[in-house]
């Protein structure tokens, strides 16, 4: 388990070399918080307003659900280098789902916190109780 580890570390830097040299520094830069962005939005950014985690309470689940993919997307980038594949074409190919899987996971995020930010809020019909306000008032 400890050489899975190893092995994702170097490749999540090797990616990022290999997306800062396709990008520039700058597109790499805002393409990282870009994703970051939207997973914080979707998970943090439901605590903006009250109602705003019963409207959409999956997006907390996003944060998990990219950190577990990555790992999955990973290990079949490993098994495929392990059955004696080409390094350079496999490199591309799963740098381009884990693009595509971290762009869909920023998106599920953001899509949570407009969902939710723009849901009128819940709050059930209120009147004042009886006692509180004695009204005289005679035709």
């Known amino acids: 388990m400890g050489g899975f580890f190893v092995s994702l ?16 520094d700058r597109g790499q830069a805002l393409a990282s918080f870009v994703i970051l962005a939207g997973l914080v939005l979707g998970s943090l950014g ?29 290990w079949r980038r490993q098994a495929a280098l392990a059955g004696g594949a080409d390094a350079d074409k496999t490199a ?4 381009w789902t884990a693009r595509l899987f971290s762009l869909a996971c920023a998106l599920a995020g953001a899509a949570a916190f407009v969902i939710a930010f723009t849901s009128p809020p819940q709050i059930e019909e209120w009147a004042p109780p009886e006692n509180a306000v004695s009204v005289d008032i005679l035709p």
């Open 92 to 95: 591309n190919t799963y740098d």
């Open 46 to 74: 439901l605590f903006l307003r009250s109602w705003m985690v019963s409207v959409a309470p999956w997006g907390f689940v996003v944060p998990a659900v990219f950190v577990v993919g990555y790992a999955l997307i990973d």
């Open 9 to 24: 570390f170097d490749e999540l830097g090797e990616r990022r070399r290999r997306l800062r040299a396709s990008l520039g």
